[in-house]
């Protein structure tokens, strides 16, 4: 026998209930469908959604986005309850850097630090030094000895942007993002010339020559400030689709042109999504919380491995946002 579920139009404030009676939190990152978004307590990039999770006193943590980023807001909170809509929803990239080739390539290099961007595994985060996210990567890498030998892990676009910013010369991991890489130069071309007013803004996980068009380059967050900044304008926007709802929302009066994919000759505009960030739903939404299920669990002594590296960011990133302040308060 089937089991009953509320009528869509009441999915909002059944969730809403269950939050209540859950004492539950609802993340979410950008890349999520706009209701999502609208029903989040806390809407972020990797960066802001893992401090919020390593803050909350919650007793329930459900993660509105891609299971890595679950797991790392488990690994920060081991004693709570971590929940996840669609436990199938993966990322192109995590997948790009297994755990076992990883270990061998780390051990093929032992003088290197190893950084990992966020996106990627609990298991390879256990295997790093320092994780960084696309916020403060640059930063972080720049507070390093500059004689230091580097691997960057596991998006190779990401790297070798952040190579050319420092200076450095990281040794990359071959992996990156099914979305950044394949929006196509030539449709961009195209907008830029339709639109020849607009601002080109890009995730840095993009290719360089991609990269090589853009006024402004950053996080998604960064993306969105750089909008809200710039409120009546235009944006060619070459990052996930997703980031769309809240720009908009933030930007009034702007116009925004998303970057088709180049599968299908660039007619494919909805391939400038994430489908692992879309397997995320209101009807799951609601299911995973009512059942609680599925939950995220992680074996104790991985998540002690994994921890480290992330605290380590969260303390290195802490350090550089109050001495930054500090400086601008002196100025």
């Not at 709570?80 to 199938?88: F, I, R, S």
Request: negative net charge; aromatic residues 6%; hydrophobic residues 40%.
């Amino acid at each position: 026998m089937s089991q009953r579920y509320p009528n869509p139009a009441n999915l909002e404030s059944e969730i809403l209930r269950l939050k209540r009676e859950m004492n539950a939190v609802i993340l979410a990152h950008y890349y999520q469908e706009d209701d999502i978004q609208d029903i989040a307590d806390i809407i972020g990039d990797s960066l802001e959604l893992a401090r919020k999770a390593s803050e909350t006193t919650a007793d329930v943590i459900v993660f509105c986005g891609v299971k890595f980023m679950a797991e790392g807001a488990k690994i920060l909170n081991p004693s709570k309850t971590v929940l996840l809509p669609d436990m199938a929803a993966g990322c192109s990239l995590e997948s790009s850097c297994p755990p076992d080739r990883f270990r061998a390539f780390r051990a093929a290099h032992p003088d290197h630090l190893a950084i990992s961007y966020i996106n990627c595994s609990a298991a390879i985060k256990a295997q790093t030094d320092i994780i960084v996210t696309s916020s403060n990567a640059e930063a972080i890498i720049q507070s390093l000895p500059q004689e230091q030998k580097i691997i960057f892990a596991p998006d190779r676009f990401l790297g070798g942007y952040l190579n050319k910013k420092t200076g450095r010369d990281m040794l990359l991991w071959d992996g990156s993002c099914m979305v950044h890489e394949r929006f196509s130069e030539k449709e961009l071309v195209k907008l830029k010339t339709r639109h020849p007013n607009a601002h080109v803004i890009a995730h840095p996980e993009c290719p360089e020559s991609l990269l090589n068009y853009a006024d402004y380059i950053g996080a998604t967050s960064g993306l969105l400030r750089f909008a809200e900044q710039h409120p009546g304008e235009e944006f060619i926007v070459l990052t996930e689709a997703g980031i769309l709802h809240q720009m908009k929302k933030r930007s009034p009066g702007s116009i925004f042109y998303p970057c088709p994919s180049a599968l299908d000759g660039g007619a494919c505009v909805g391939c400038n999504t994430c489908e692992y960030m879309k397997l995320n739903t209101m009807e799951k939404l609601y299911r995973c919380m009512r059942d609680r299920t599925p939950e995220l669990i992680l074996p104790p002594e991985l998540m002690v491995a994994a921890r480290r590296p992330l605290d380590r960011m969260l303390t290195m990133s802490a350090h550089m946002q109050s001495t930054a302040i500090a400086q601008a308060s002196n100025a």
